[in-house]
Nanobody, 123 residues
Framework: QLTESGGGLVHVGDSLRLSCAAS????????MGWFRQAPGREREFVAA????????FYTDSVKGRFTIARDNSKNTLYLQMNSLKPEDTAVYYCARRRLIESDYYSAPSYDYWGQGTQVTVSS
């Protein structure tokens, strides 16, 4: 089970840190990702991280502003979001990538999803 937290209403330029708590003892065995979905739009990839935390991947629109990280000792995934923009407004989901997958960017590569947390950036 994946449970996100940390969303909220912020202003342009503010920061937020999202957390995703994973239950069970296998968290460190899986790559993890963050996706987001704005109203009327498809769910889109935001960031992903390898299971050991060494490799990270980002969509172009968040590079340099967002940082994905994980703490395997706490079974927790993070997304630090800085310099937030109105276009970052969406529901943010954490997800666990399938072991057999090599693609980090596509939603079908992920098998377990959290319930989502709303991020709203007001101008």
């Amino acid at each position: 089970q994946l449970t996100e937290s940390g969303g909220g209403l912020v202003h342009v330029g503010d920061s937020l840190r999202l957390s995703c708590a994973a239950s069970g003892s296998t968290f460190s065995s899986y790559a993890m990702g963050w996706f987001r979905q704005a109203p009327g739009r498809e769910r889109e990839f935001v960031a992903a991280i390898r299971r050991n935390g060494v490799g990270t991947f980002y969509t172009d629109s968040v590079k340099g502003r967002f940082t994905i990280a994980r703490d395997n000792s706490k079974n927790t995934l993070y997304l630090q979001m800085n310099s937030l923009k109105p276009e970052d407004t969406a529901v943010y989901y954490c997800a666990r990538r399938r072991l057999i997958e090599s693609d980090y960017y596509s939603a079908p590569s992920y098998d377990y999803w959290g319930q989502g947390t709303q991020v709203t950036v007001s101008s």
